[in-house]
C-alpha cells in the first residue's frame, strides 16, 4: 500500500548573494515555459530535482556549477521549504512536467545558500541557460516560491551576521570604500546609519586595515581603500 | 515517465535537548521491531512520516506532541539529512514499511531541534510509545541516522551558542549554582574551564543575578543560586 505522503519529489535551490557597492543582488537563471500555448519568459533560481543517489550537498554543488558555472562556492544548507501551496501554480507544475519528464506531486526544495563576490564570472555549463545578477530590492514574480526563499536567505544572513559581522566580508570586494561597507550594513540590518558615526566606529576596528589607495576617475572626493584582516577580527574574539 | 527520484519519502525528526545539570541530554522513545522472527528493541528521535498536505513545521510540532505530550516547544528547522545511505538498515527498511505500510525507497527527514528545561513532563499521547531523556554522551546505536542528527543538533547548538550564548539559558533551570553553568559551558564547548576563572568571569555579567537562596541537603557547602536575566542581556549588547 502507498501512501499519499509517497508523491513527494525532491530538488535543491541555490541563493547565491552579492553586492555591488549598493545592493544586495542575488543569482538568477532565465526561464522559458509555456502555458496555455503561449510561451512565457520569467526567472527562478538555480535549481533542480536531484538525481538517484546523489548526496543533497553534491546536487546543489552540480547544479550551481551546471546552471551558472560557479565552482568552490561555500554552499550551506539553510532551510527546507515544503509547503504544499509551493507548486500551485500551473506555469511551475507545467514547466517542471516538460523538463524533467515527470508527473509532480508535491515538491519540498532544500534551501543553499552562498556569499560571493560579485566579480565573479558566471557561465552556466548547460546550453541555452542564462544566469544574472538581480537586485534583491527589485525582484519580480519568480518561479515557485522563489521570492519567499530568497526573503529567508536575506533573513538567515541578518540572523548570522548580526551575531557574527565578520560573514559580510564575504560580500565585500577585496578592497572597498567606507561608504561601500556601510552601504552593506545599511541592506543587510535594514536600516539608515549616521555616516560620521559609521566612519569613527569602522577606523577603531584593528581588523580593518587602511591602504595607500584610493578611488579613481570619480567625480566626488577619491575615497580611501581598506581590506578586512581575518586573523586581527580573530584575535579580537574569545 | 516517472523518474527514479519520485520515489522519495520525507519524514521530520526532532532532536530535544535538555540538561540535567551534568550533562546534556536527548529526547528518545522506544522502538520494537521485528527482524528475521526476531522482535528487537531499540530507540529513536521522536518523527514521522508527513501527512499529505502538512506544512513541515506543523508535522514537527504534531509529531513532538503525539510522541512526547510536549507541547508550545520552539521547534526550529536546522538541516535536512538526505543522503542515500540512511535507510540501508533492514531493520530501519521493515519497521518503516510494517508501521507506515508503503514501500520504501530514499527518504529524506527535515531535522527539528528544540531545547528545553529538562523538568517538563513527558507523557507521549500515543498508546504504547515510551518517551526518555537519555545523556548524549552515552548514545546506542539509534534507528536510521539519529545517532548523526543528534551530532549534527549538537554541533549546530555549539556554533550558535558561540556566536550567543545567551540561548543556553533555555536548557537551565530557572536557577542555578556556578557549577551547573559551568558544567553546562564544558559540555556544550567540549573544554574543562578553570573554576575560579570561570566564577570570577559570571559574577561580572550584569545579567547573571544571584539569589537570597541556596541549594539545600547538599553535603558540600550550599551554593547560591543564580537567574538569568533577558532583559540586562539585550541591553548589553547592540
Redesign the interface.
Given at each position: 500500500?502507498?501512501?499519499?505522503?509517497?508523491?513527494?519529489?525532491?530538488s535543491v535551490d541555490c541563493t547565491v548573494l552579492g553586492f555591488d557597492g549598493e545592493r544586495l543582488e542575488v543569482l538568477l537563471i532565465r526561464r522559458t515555459g509555456v502555458e496555455g500555448g503561449e510561451e512565457f519568459h520569467d526567472m527562478k533560481l538555480p535549481g533542480s530535482?536531484?538525481?538517484?543517489?546523489?548526496?543533497?550537498d553534491d546536487a546543489a554543488r552540480r547544479v550551481l556549477t551546471e546552471l551558472t558555472g560557479l565552482k568552490n562556492v561555500p554552499l550551506t544548507?539553510f532551510?527546507?521549504f515544503?509547503?504544499?501551496d509551493r507548486t500551485k501554480d500551473p506555469r511551475d507544475i507545467h514547466w517542471l512536467e516538460a523538463t524533467?519528464?515527470?508527473?509532480v506531486g508535491?515538491t519540498?526544495t532544500?534551501g543553499y545558500m552562498a556569499l560571493v563576490k560579485i566579480g565573479r564570472s558566471i557561465m552556466g555549463d548547460m546550453e541555452g541557460t542564462e544566469a544574472l545578477w538581480v537586485p534583491v530590492d527589485k525582484l519580480p514574480p519568480l518561479a515557485f516560491d522563489h521570492n519567499q526563499i530568497i526573503a529567508e536567505a536575506v533573513k538567515m544572513l541578518r540572523t548570522?551576521a548580526s551575531?557574527?559581522p565578520s560573514m559580510l566580508y564575504a560580500l565585500m570586494p577585496r578592497k572597498f570604500t567606507v561608504t561601500q561597507l556601510r552601504n552593506l550594513y545599511e541592506v543587510v540590518f535594514g536600516a539608515r546609519l549616521d555616516p560620521a558615526n559609521f566612519y569613527k566606529k569602522m577606523v577603531q576596528m584593528p581588523y580593518i586595515v587602511p591602504l595607500e589607495e584610493r578611488e579613481k576617475g570619480v567625480a566626488h572626493r577619491a575615497a580611501r581603500y581598506y581590506r578586512f584582516d581575518k586573523n586581527t577580527y580573530n584575535k579580537t574574539r574569545i
Open positions: 500500500m502507498e501512501t499519499e505522503s509517497a508523491k513527494i519529489h525532491l530535482v536531484i538525481v538517484d543517489g546523489e548526496e543533497l544548507q532551510h527546507a515544503g509547503s504544499p524533467q519528464q515527470m508527473h508535491r519540498v532544500i548570522l551575531m557574527d
